[in-house]
Structures are given as structure tokens and as C-alpha cells.
């Protein structure tokens, strides 16, 4: 506990994040595992974790905005990676978009803490850029308000105004959760595409699945299972021909 405080105060310089709402859920939390994918090795100290994770930063940073503005060009690729402002959170980070449309990456001070190595923090951060280049958000958001549609003229079938707004909300969370999946293995792909780009091993960064609880296959859940998302990783470095260095 009183690492991951140092911590915390030590990542305020590196730029803190105000965490607006979100779609997609939370990582979950680490656990102990069996690691048959890679050894991760031990956490790092809260001075090599700070360290680590201002170095990536600056070094991922104008890799995915050089990639955003090849692959979307009419997005805002101007990125701003910090470190979400409660210290208490739990090990999560998400993509979001600031008012502005400024597309935002945040860590908690928890998945730093829990990081193995430069790889991994490059990974992740690979993967949250890949959800704003490849429009996860305004995707999710049409879907959203598709579902929500449907599911409203089939309350109205029902013909009662209570029937209406609960065919709303439940269209809107199916339509949400419908490509959750896709859209995660989508940014899995394209960043272990970014995370190579920026010269780190994303196979060694994705060995952080062996270290959560696998989330199975369940009906609209919003990540897919461990093992596929390592597949994932795998057949993409397979199709670029990645040879470690």
C-alpha cells in the first residue's frame, strides 16, 4: 500500500487525467497464475515503474499519432496519455475523448504498479490508441443508439410507455455489448501493430492475460477470452513476420 502511494504521488508529474465516463469495462484485477505464455517476472519498485512509464510514453506517443494520422486522417489525433486522478481506482486503463474531442489514454497508479516490465505499459498503451483509430467509440456509441431504437418499437408493441423505456435501456446495453468483443481483439491487433512501431515486444507486453482472470466467453460480455486475445497477438506478429530482437 504504501508503494503504490509513493507511486501515485510520484506519476502527478507525469500528467494527471480526469476520468470522464467510459464505455468499455474494467480489466479485471490481477490474480496469481500459472504463466504458460511468457514469464512476466516481479513488479517493478514505485521509482522504475514511474521511470518506465514516462519513458514509454514519450516514446509511444508520436508513434500512434503519426499511425492515427496515416490510418484517420479525419480524426483528432492529438493524444494525451496520463494517469487517471484517483489513486484508488483499480488496475484499469481505457480510451476516452476530452471535451474537445482530444482522444485521452489514462492509467490507473494500480496497473502501473502492476506492470513487469516496458513492454508491457507499451502494449497497453498500443491497444487503448488502437481503440480511437479504429473509432471504437463513435461505433459503440451508434450501436448504442441503434439497439436503443429497436428496442424501444419493440416496447411499443407492448403498448405501454413503461415498456417503451425498458425496450430503450435494454436495446441500448445489447447494442453496446453486441461488438465489444470485436472491438477489443480490433485494437489487440492493430496494437501489437503500433506497440512493434514504437520498438517494444508485444508478445512479452501481452503476457499481463496470464496474470488476470480469463473472462470466458459469456454472452455479451466486453472481453473475450485470454487465450483468443493472445491468439490474436500471435497471428498478427505471424502476419508481419516479427522476428524479437
Keep these: 500500500m504504501k508503494s503504490k502511494a509513493l507511486l501515485a504521488a510520484a506519476l502527478g508529474l507525469s500528467g494527471c487525467i480526469s476520468t470522464a465516463p467510459y464505455a468499455p469495462a474494467p480489466l479485471p484485477a490481477p490474480m496469481p497464475a500459472e504463466q504458460p505464455y511468457a514469464a512476466s517476472g516481479p513488479a517493478m519498485s514505485p521509482d522504475e515503474a514511474v521511470n518506465t512509464f514516462i519513458s514509454v510514453r514519450n516514446r509511444i506517443e508520436p508513434v500512434v499519432e503519426r499511425a492515427?494520422?496515416?490510418?484517420?486522417?479525419?480524426?483528432?489525433?492529438?493524444?494525451?496519455?496520463?494517469?487517471?486522478?484517483?489513486?484508488?481506482?483499480?488496475?484499469?486503463?481505457?480510451?476516452?475523448?476530452?471535451?474537445?474531442?482530444?482522444?485521452v489514454i489514462a492509467f490507473t497508479v494500480a496497473l502501473i504498479a502492476d506492470a513487469r516490465n516496458a513492454d508491457e505499459i507499451a502494449f497497453v498503451m498500443g491497444h487503448e490508441a488502437a481503440h480511437h483509430i479504429a473509432g471504437h467509440i463513435p461505433r459503440q456509441q451508434a450501436n448504442a443508439q441503434m439497439g436503443a431504437v429497436l428496442g424501444a418499437a419493440l416496447g411499443a408493441a407492448l403498448g405501454s410507455e413503461q415498456s417503451v423505456q425498458m425496450g430503450q435501456q435494454i436495446g441500448g446495453s445489447y447494442g453496446a455489448r453486441r461488438y465489444a468483443k470485436d472491438f477489443e481483439l480490433e485494437a489487440d491487433a492493430l496494437g501489437t501493430e503500433l506497440t512493434v512501431m514504437a520498438?517494444?515486444?508485444?508478445?512479452?507486453?501481452?503476457?499481463?492475460?496470464?496474470?488476470?482472470?480469463?473472462?470466458?466467453?459469456?454472452?455479451?460480455?466486453?472481453?473475450?477470452?485470454?487465450?483468443?486475445?493472445?491468439?490474436?497477438?500471435?497471428?498478427?506478429?505471424?502476419?508481419?513476420?516479427?522476428?524479437?530482437?
Excluded at 483528432?76 to 474537445?100: H, S
Excluded at 512479452?204 to 455479451?220: H, K, Q, V
Aim: glycine share 8%; net charge positive; hydrophobic share 35%.
Design 68 to 103: 492515427c494520422r496515416q490510418r484517420a486522417a479525419a480524426t483528432n489525433c492529438d493524444f494525451q496519455i496520463g494517469v487517471a486522478d484517483d489513486p484508488n481506482l483499480p488496475p484499469n486503463a481505457f480510451q476516452t475523448l476530452d471535451k474537445a474531442g482530444r482522444p
Design 199 to 245: 520498438g517494444y515486444n508485444p508478445e512479452r507486453g501481452a503476457a499481463f492475460f496470464t496474470r488476470i482472470p480469463d473472462p470466458g466467453n459469456a454472452f455479451l460480455g466486453t472481453h473475450p477470452p485470454n487465450a483468443q486475445r493472445l491468439a490474436t497477438v500471435r497471428a498478427t506478429l505471424a502476419r508481419m513476420g516479427w522476428v524479437p530482437s
